[in-house]
């Protein structure tokens, strides 16, 4: 495995100092012909897409701190880092040459941030920064490093908010979903219960509002993005990571009904003990059975895949 | 072999790196200008209003009116340009009252203060079974379609009726706004025109019921259609 340590010349030398894999991978870059052009050069590239998708940008900082849907999007550049920290450990790429590549990626986000300003679509601005900035990419390290940080950078498709009118279609459906099955499973457990859309009416005409953050829509975001992480990072069949990533709807939707059922069950005996700092570390329980639930599905996969002959390499 | 020893087997040159850079600056800088070109071709006219918001009738039918008070710092968080704060009793109804709160901003920024973000914000819940949209006649035009949302804390109900216009906009911006991708009025990344939105509140216990409400509407978008500019669009979903 290459690593970004420099070789010690003799034995008083200072212990070398290690750097992250891309950080030393750009350091060495640095230091070959053509490599300050190459840096200097996509450094000032990318200043000019950050200033071209300046408003795109500002939009991701102020929802990530203001809605708790996206809270996590400060924590998908960091995570987009540590997979191409992770890339950069298998050594610098082959030169394939990608001009006309990256040319076409950087034409088209622009187009895309052009269209935007016609028409008001953010998302599609969003999503043509991301272009941009592969096509910066491609450009610059070639078509060979697209392929090898292209995860990297779709990972950041995690950090885009989905536009609101589509983010509660999805929810809406699912927020009903998650009040009916609650239902059900409480009448089938001998608590009596009445569901009128996302009101649940309890024994002694104590109500309960499932609300749109129990939609499982806010969990359904993170699990996508952490089952996607681990699909990743698992060296695994293919089948085994589509499994994965595709356990991230059931299981949300899961956690959120188990959280459903535990509301209406300790609001049937004390409505006090549903609310408040209570409510949050049931939200907080919750979500540790639906990483709980993950584990066990690993386990589960993990059986099978021991099972079959020859496993496929991990293809990252 | 050590990284560097890798990276050193497949230098690039100088020459190439610069035309590289040079083709990623010059369709970015183009990007830019083309950005600032487009930017000033599309320019939108935000239209004003009209006449003044104080201008609508204080009597709507049976519904008469009283200014109200605004909190200073919700007038300036609003961003808007000119504003109405009135509530409106119904006569011979002791309590039934609803309160009607209507602004414009000449860049459209008002349209982020829609109740989808206020009221949750202010611990209200929205209430699905609550929310509809209906289709309102006005006894002097076309119906319009407004949204009715509901929303709780505790044991309190707050129902509102709401709606927006867009000022200055073309066929395109309208068309896009209405599909399932786009920003919509609140959550808005950019708005090109100028903007009005109104919204009724009529709290659960003021005794008011959807005809009410529907009356009440119908009359004020009568009333306040002299001072809309001509060039808009209207829209319900918040």
Redesign the interface.
């Known amino acids: 495995m290459?690593?970004?340590t420099i070789?010690a010349r003799d034995d008083d030398a200072p212990a070398p100092r290690e750097l992250p894999a891309l950080a030393?991978?750009l350091r060495?870059?640095w230091?070959?012909?053509?490599?300050?052009?190459?840096l200097?050069?996509?450094s000032?590239?990318l200043a000019?897409?950050a200033?071209?998708f300046r408003?795109t940008l500002w939009?991701f900082a102020h929802v990530w701190s203001t809605d708790p849907n996206y809270s996590h999007g400060f924590l998908v550049p960091l995570i987009s880092l540590y997979f191409a920290n992770m890339a950069a450990k298998e050594?610098?790429t082959?030169?394939v040459p990608g001009?006309a590549l990256?040319?076409s990626l950087?034409?088209f986000a622009?187009l895309g941030?052009?269209a935007?300003?016609?028409?008001?679509?953010?998302?599609?601005?969003d999503l043509a920064f991301l272009t941009g900035l592969a096509?910066?990419l491609s450009?610059?390290a070639g078509r060979a490093a697209l392929y090898r940080y292209g995860f990297a950078l779709t990972f950041l498709v995690f950090m885009v908010p989905l536009?609101?009118?589509?983010y509660t279609?999805i929810a809406?459906p699912l927020?009903?979903l998650v009040s009916k099955v609650a239902a059900t499973i409480l009448n089938g457990a001998g608590l009596p219960v009445l569901c009128?859309?996302?009101?649940l009416t309890l024994p002694g005409g104590v109500r309960m509002?499932v609300?749109?953050a129990c939609s499982g829509m806010r969990q359904l975001t993170g699990f996508l993005a952490l089952t996607t992480a681990v699909a990743f990072l698992t060296p695994r069949p293919r089948w085994y990571r589509a499994v994965l990533i595709g356990s991230a709807i059931p299981v949300a939707l899961t956690a959120n009904v188990a959280r459903v059922v535990l509301t209406g069950w300790i609001m049937s005996h004390d409505p006090r003990l549903a609310q408040g700092a209570f409510h949050t570390l049931e939200g907080l329980l919750l979500m540790g059975f639906g990483l709980a639930l993950l584990r066990l599905e690993c386990a589960v996969l993990n059986v099978l895949v021991d099972e079959e002959p020859e496993p496929v390499p991990a293809a990252a | 072999?050590?990284?560097?020893t890798?990276?050193?087997t497949?230098?690039?040159?100088?020459?190439?790196?610069?035309r590289?850079?040079a083709?990623?600056?010059a369709?970015?800088?183009?990007?830019?200008a083309?950005?600032a070109a487009?930017?000033r071709a599309?320019r939108t006219e935000r239209p004003p209003l009209g006449g003044s918001l104080a201008g609508v009738p204080m009597v709507l039918g049976d519904w008469v009116g009283k200014d109200e008070p605004v909190d200073p710092e919700i007038a300036r968080e609003s961003q808007a340009t000119e504003y109405l704060n009135r509530a409106y009793s119904l006569k011979g109804r002791p309590g039934a009252q609803l309160w009607l709160w209507i602004n414009y901003s000449d860049r459209g920024l008002n349209l982020r203060h829609s109740p989808?973000i206020c009221l949750p914000s202010g611990g209200w819940?929205?209430?699905?079974?609550l929310t509809k949209v209906v289709e309102v006649d006005r006894p002097g035009g076309e119906a319009q379609r407004v949204s009715l949302l509901g929303y709780?804390k505790g044991d309190m109900v707050q129902r509102i009726g709401f709606w927006y216009y867009i000022f200055g906009e073309g066929r395109?911006?309208r068309f896009?706004?209405g599909?399932?991708?786009?920003?919509?009025s609140?959550?808005?990344?950019?708005?090109?025109g100028s903007g009005l939105t109104a919204e009724v509140f009529y709290p659960g216990d003021a005794g008011l019921g959807d005809a009410e409400l529907r009356d009440f509407i119908g009359r004020l978008l009568d009333a306040i259609e002299p001072v809309l500019p001509e060039d808009r669009a209207v829209y319900h979903?918040p």
Do not use: W, Y
Not at chain 1, 31 to 38: F, I, S
Not at chain 2, 125 to 129: G, I, N, R, S, T
Not at chain 2, 186 to 192: A, E
């Open positions: 290459a690593t970004s070789s030393g991978l060495d870059g230091a070959l012909p053509g490599g300050k052009v190459a200097l050069g996509a000032a590239c000019l897409l200033l071209a408003s939009h050594g610098p082959r030169q001009v990256g040319a950087l034409v622009l941030r052009l935007t300003i016609v028409v008001p679509v953010g998302f599609a601005s096509g910066i450009l610059f536009p609101i009118h589509l279609t809406t927020q009903l009128e859309g996302n009101h509002f609300a749109e | 072999m050590t990284m560097t890798k990276a050193a497949e230098p690039i040159s100088p020459g190439t790196m610069t590289r850079a083709i990623g600056l369709i970015l800088g183009g990007g830019l083309a950005e487009v930017d599309t989808e819940q929205k209430a699905e079974a709780e395109v911006e896009v706004r599909l399932p991708i786009s920003s919509r609140s959550h808005g990344r950019t708005t090109r979903v």
